[in-house]
């Protein structure tokens, strides 16, 4: 095919710890074709390319058509959690060695107050190594560069064995001349090491969070960009020549080169995806208010949206690790289908955060697993069909029994459904309390929202939640089991370029100025990433506290009545505001977006009426029934039914119990209500 003839379909790949999905969609009719394979985790760009193939081949297309591949991926996450990156390094300001190490007072909220130790840091002090210089807070250099020392530190670092090293000087955020020489002689004196300068990925106050982001970064970067050259080496051998994007934690996608720099950035790639891609959906279904819970084989990401608006928030964390990067506001406990189910030593039933995974999975897979999970409960009680994806992969009842009778039943002396429902109600605990953390412990009242489930095993728990929650409507989207890789095509070029300012001293001519160079940062990313002027866009954002507080919040900025924007703020989240307290600007964040085009949506035709294609028995608390059957490839704009039910479909099964309705909506989501 020439370079001149149309390219008009999009592939979305979104790996995750059990599943591969993928979205193929044509831009020039609004057709999407969905795949699912089993992931890889070894190497992940082998589901990648198999899962590309696969679709590909459903839809009958040819790779060359492809002009654009969205990727979500979790390969920084799992580094970071596991500790698994590079040997790394870090280079920092004569007299600020143990900076890791003291760290920040706080305990975790769950922690025992007596019994917590603190985690071991990514760099241990003989990884840490000083150079000789000092910055001021305003930006005056007290001590010149020795460049002499920083030789010392390249030495250091090769003897130390570092395959990356991460550069932190002191208020580098306010001037940054000297970190960005150290980290040129640097790369010089250690060819082959990846180099993060603080500055390149979060140049704002605070030395631990700052030294942490640039340490998390250079560990991952060797990594992550072993892995995104070999995707783009496979692309290329599959006849796919079109440009890489990757999903970052804000819920925007970057081109490769930039998540090469920064591949920190990617550290909630996936989960944010799929919010990106429930957002879509609600507004298609004209739902403004969602809470969403994204359930996968591993663990269940939970977010709440108005009004189509995405929050971002800079304290996030990964694991222990604090990463104040923006990033989707956001819960993610271990709760999932491969969860596995055990009875501690005290008697208790307990459910994950240990994960069965792809491999060998839960027991009922057939791949060799000995251990209960939550998907074998859903198998035992009658609530999934006999085979997932289509057919391809069955499901061993028997094995699913066996395991759930040893693991819990015996030990519990309970029944084999009391210990599946057991199972259910345990990790339906879990996910509640994390989803009263972004509702109501933010001021929310669930009741207000309509609770969006997706992940392979999202719409199995929507209902329960929903009735734990007194929510009474769940909208089921119409791939639930692919949102992630659906919410990739929704997704649009996105970065932040952030600065801070010294505290009270921020005037407005300071301010502009600030935003001015950011400004022009964010031009130089936007010709980087190839954005027409027409699609381009930036919002100008303030971080704000009062005079002594430990924390900010991200406040429009308009000028003259940001105080007054501010105090309103903080009564929403707090619910009072300190008339007589000194409102002062800490940092200066543009947020610059670069416009994609929009997938097209298509209306379902109407339908025929739902008809059950087989009926199987289910065993709910209130007693055993036989449940009808659903396809969902058979359901039509406007068909009803009435639970208890399934729906099967090639990447979930939706549960509908007794006591709630289905009506399948226009663009083809189903909305799930409770009759009480």
Known sequence: MSSTEPRPLSVAVDIGGTFTDITLQDSATGRAWTAKTPSTPHDPSEAFLTGVRLVLEKAGEQAARIGRVLHGTTIATNLILENKGAVTALVTTAGFRHVLEIGRQDIPRRANLHAWVKPKRPVPPSRVFEVTERIAADGAVLTPLDEDSVQRAAEACREAGAAAV?????????????????????????????????????????????????????????????????????????????????????????????????????????????????????????????????????????????????????????????LPLPMLDMVTIGAGGGSIARVTAEGALAVGPESAGANPGPACYGRGGQRATVTDAHVVLGHLPTALLGG?????????????????????????????????????????????????????????????????????????????????????PPSPGVLCAQGLLSADLRAEFSRSVLPGQADLATIEAGFAELEAEAAAWFAEEGVAPQARSTERIVLMRYAGQGGELPVPWRGASAAADFAAAHRALYGFDLPQGRAEIVTLRLEAVGALPAPVTKALAQGAGAQPYATQAVHFESGSVQAGIFDRASLGQGDRLQGPAIITQLDATTLLPPGWTAEVLEFGAILLRRLS
């Not at 180099?195 to 030395?207: G, I, N, Y």
């Not at 051998?237 to 920190?264: C, F, H, Q, Y």
């Open 166 to 322: 991460a550069v932190c000087l002191l208020h580098a955020f306010t001037a940054p001349a000297h970190e960005r020489r150290v980290a040129e002689l640097l790369r010089a004196a250690l060819p082959g090491v990846a180099v993060t300068a603080s500055v390149d990925v979060l140049p704002v106050v605070r030395e631990y969070e700052r030294s942490l982001a640039a340490i998390l970064n250079a560990q991952v970067m060797p990594a992550v960009s072993t892995y995104v050259r070999r995707l783009e080496e496979r692309l290329a051998e599959d006849s796919i020549d079109a440009p890489l994007l990757l999903m970052k934690s804000n819920g925007g996608v970057a081109g490769a080169a930039s998540i090469r720099r920064a591949p920190a950035v990617t550290a909630l790639s996936g989960p944010a995806a799929g919010v990106v891609g429930a957002r879509a959906m609600a507004a298609a279904a004209g739902v403004p208010k969602i809470l969403t819970v994204d359930i996968g084989g591993t663990s269940a990401d939970i977010c709440l949206m108005q009004g189509g608006a995405i929050n971002l928030t800079q304290r996030g964390s990964v694991g222990d690790w604090p």
């Open 392 to 476: 391809r992969m069955q499901l061993d009842m028997a094995a699913s029994e066996a395991v759930v009778m040893r693991e819990v039943a015996a030990p519990l002396n309970l029944s084999l459904h009391e210990a599946a429902r057991g199972i259910l109600a345990v990790v339906d605990s879990n996910m509640v309390g994390a989803l009263r953390v972004v509702s109501v412990e933010r001021g929310h009242d669930p009741r207000d929202f309509a609770l969006v489930p997706f992940g392979g095993a999202g719409p199995l728990h929507g209902c329960a939640l929903a009735t734990m929650l007194g929510i009474g409507q769940v909208l089921v």
